[in-house]
């Protein structure tokens, strides 16, 4: 449990630092982005090893039904993370599409993992990416929308959204359980 825990510090560490200590990151200049990677990518294998490694309390598992929703929710999550709802006419003037996206991934992840671990992995992301939000809305409160875009654009995005979706579902079955049904 303790490397699932020490990732996801590591990841809202990397996140939050430019946010929190900018002084410092600017003395670090381009070089610290190259450390900031590479905190991400060592909080990305340790919060994967940890979570797979770590034991806890179980308070309920997958249905079909939530299955089901989880993949509705996810298809949704990379639809907010493409450039779909910038580029659009149904959301562009949502401030963080990318942060709602990863906040409803992880939603749709606790829906249907109930255990402690999983409380800690994606209650911690979704947590860190409502902070996010928070953090870039007091350093930079004004905020304009882009200019609004056709809902072709929108109807793109979110059939391209079924790409990243069939990948990261393929990709899925060695990390995880198969989250289509029937599988």
Known sequence: ???????????????????????????LGD???????????ASIVLMVIGYRGAEGAFFW?????????????????????SPGPKKGALFYRM??????????????HLLVNGDVPSFILFG????W?????LLINLAEPEWTPPAKGPIAKDIMFLAISFV????VGWVHQYLGPW????G
């Open 95 to 108: 401030r963080h599409p990318m942060l709602t996206g990863f906040l409803i991934f992880t939603i749709a």
């Open 31 to 41: 070089s610290g982005k190259l450390g900031v990677v590479a905190v991400l990518l």
């Open 129 to 133: 990416s409502v902070v996010a939000m």
């Open 164 to 167: 990243p979706l069939a990948v």
């Open 124 to 127: 911690g992301l979704g947590l």
């Open 61 to 81: 598992g997958r249905t079909p039904a939530m299955g089901h929703l989880n993949n509705l929710l996810m298809l949704f999550a990379f639809y907010f993370m």
């Open 1 to 27: 449990m303790g490397l699932l825990i020490l990732g996801v510090a590591l990841w809202w560490g990397a996140h939050i630092f430019k946010r929190t200590v900018p002084g410092l990151r600017d003395l």
């Open 179 to 182: 989250p289509f049904a029937g």
